[in-house]
């Protein structure tokens, strides 16, 4: 049976919200066709923008500036002392602007490379667009992650927008309805993928209210590869949403909130923090003390296909800090996120495409 989008977050983490989770298996994929995925450095991100910059002053707070632009200038800060700045979007501009149909030809084209039009392909294995890169810090060792994806699905601005994924992108008028799932059946509830809507005292507790007209903040729960996880509250916003046309770009911004940041997270608290899954003498696994955690995020564009509007381009970008206490030095997450993206991307096509239940 096929998930639900998930939550407010749905289409931004279905990239990475089931990184522990298996792969897609093989036995979906049609006989024709061959490995689904394109890997290449993140081209964009190095030409046109600096992909590790110090922090001056500190950035003004993700609640009172908007997440896209503050994304594409002054970056997603990951430490005290490091922030990446993502590149902007490909096939539309921060304020809505889609680039000219020639334009977005001549990307799409350099997109897809040796698959051609087997990348707009309507099928759910079609290929996908997956660039990644590691993040150093000054001395050069690695703190993070920068995922760039792009994939078509073969459903319209206008329907996307009527769907429930983009739907719950805004406050539940429950404040405590909460979303969870897990492949094994067996997991333990910290393995389980977690979104759940932010109870008002837990608002007033860190002094935030929310504009419930055009963002939704929810507390995440995210197992990693069966190493870690990180909790905290995600601030998604509609960075582009012009009411008045159906068919106008769509742009997703989301970000852990720093307005949740704390230097001592304790475990009964929305505080953002990370913490590892350990094993005790007897082969039990638990979860070792809180630590605080900042820096994941990132933005979804999604614009019609150049001449087909019945398609759309989706277009996902986001960074992921990744502390050095949490695989002792081995660079897990880049080998194994690839093909992980690629099974989240294909149910995520199954669910746009399934008919409604």
Known sequence: MTRPIQSTVAILLCVYASVGQPVYSAEDADADEPAATTIQQPASAQESQPANSEPGSKPASTSDADLLSEMVTVGVVLTPQKRFVLPQPDFVSVTGTPVPTAQAKQILAKISGRHGDRFTRDSIVAPIAVNTDSIPDEAGNRIGHFIDVTFVVHQSIAAIRKSEAVDQFKTSADGTQSIEFAEDDGADDFEKNKSRTLAPAELEAFGVKLDDKSESLAHL???????????????????????????????LTWI???????????????????????????????????????????????????????????????????????????????????????????????????PPK
Do not use: C, M
């Open 256 to 354: 852990l909130d720093d307005r949740f940041n704390s230097d001592a997270p304790t475990e009964d608290s929305v505080a953002n923090q990370w913490r590892a899954i350990e094993r005790t003498q007897v082969g039990e696994k638990q979860l070792g003390p809180p630590q605080p955690y900042a820096g994941l995020g990132g933005y979804v564009a999604i614009t019609p296909v150049p001449e087909h509007p019945e398609s759309s381009i989706v277009q996902i970008r986001f960074v992921l800090h990744e502390p050095k206490d949490w695989f002792s030095g081995r660079n897990l997450l880049r080998s194994k996120l690839p093909i992980l993206v690629q099974d989240r991307v294909r149910n995520l096509r199954r669910e746009l495409t399934a």
């Open 221 to 251: 729960q995210l197992p990693l590869l069966g190493k870690v996880v990180i909790r905290g509250v995600a601030r998604a916003r509609r960075s582009v949403w012009p009411e008045n046309a159906d068919d106008s770009p769509i742009i």
